[in-house]
């Protein structure tokens, strides 16, 4: 199997009906335009460790995919730490509807993203250079977004610290977690009633597991909302934008 060849894109499209999620040959061969511009600076610029196209089309596009079913409509999206572009780009081409904000600090990745999203044409979508930790106190991105998104946090405490001032009211958290980690067991603070405390904050707390199609490898989707009053009084001040 090659990289954008039919059976791969075939193979991005039947992983994504795993999820109910109807991938179209056009959405899929956007994807594979995205796959070759990154293995091709990958070369120069490290974006991945995985190269082989049957593990890049299942790990890195129908994962990326996987979330989709607890994404709402018309959401403002940040990708803390989108390294290559996932899950924000696989997202960016079959949810149109999403406005997506991939961040890295590493100004080659960035420079990669913005090679990609002029290359591929993609709309509604932007790559921006920069710490989590700083931009998140500048106006433009603090409590600016719906959802932020991640597969690259070590912990979900660490994500929701760093995450969380970029959230608008009744905004979420959404962590992508690999085949090494359980949920449950970070998750020393969870309670009954299904919340959790990270970072001083109560948290309600969702767990969802899946396997991805072909390499049937486990994965996770933590969805954390804050609280009505549990957040911080610094974090209240984010302004409330209807969406």
């Known amino acids: 199997m090659e990289i954008d060849s039919e059976k791969w894109r075939q193979t991005v499209i ?14 899929a061969r956007t994807m594979g335009g995205h796959a070759l511009e990154l293995l091709q600076w990958n070369r120069v610029t ?16 129908v994962d990326a995919l996987a979330a989709t079913p ?28 999403l406005t997506v904000t991939l961040v890295d600090s590493v100004r080659k990745k960035i420079s990669f993203l ?8 993609l709309k509604g979508i ?7 930790e700083d931009l998140c106190r500048q106006p433009g991105y603090s409590g600016k977004y719906d959802l932020v998104v991640c597969r690259a946090f070590s912990s979900l405490e660490d994500f929701a610290q760093t995450a969380l001032p970029f959230l608008s009211q009744g905004g979420s958290l959404l962590a992508m977690k690999g085949p090494q980690t359980d949920p449950t ?5 969870l ?3 299904g919340t959790i405390i990270l970072s001083g904050i109560s948290f309600s707390i969702q767990i969802h597991r899946y396997h991805l199609p072909v390499l049937n490898a486990q994965r996770s989707v933590v969805i ?16 409330s934008i209807d969406k």
């Open 114 to 121: 913005k090679h990609a999203i002029r290359s591929l044409g």
């Open 46 to 61: 490290n974006l991945t460790t995985i190269t082989d196209p049957l593990e890049v089309a299942i790990k890195h596009y």
């Open 185 to 189: 067991h970070e998750a020393v603070n």
């Open 126 to 132: 932007a790559a921006v250079h920069g710490r989590l």
């Open 14 to 27: 039947e992983g994504a009906l795993a999820f109910g999620l109807a991938v179209t040959d056009s959405q």
């Open 224 to 239: 954390l909302t804050p609280r009505k009053g549990g957040m911080r009084s610094e974090d209240r001040n984010t302004p």
């Open 70 to 97: 607890w994404i709402g409509d018309g959401l403002r999206v940040l990708d803390a730490g989108s390294g290559g572009g996932f899950p924000g780009i696989p997202l960016n081409i079959v949810r149109p509807d």
């Open 191 to 193: 309670r009954n009633d």
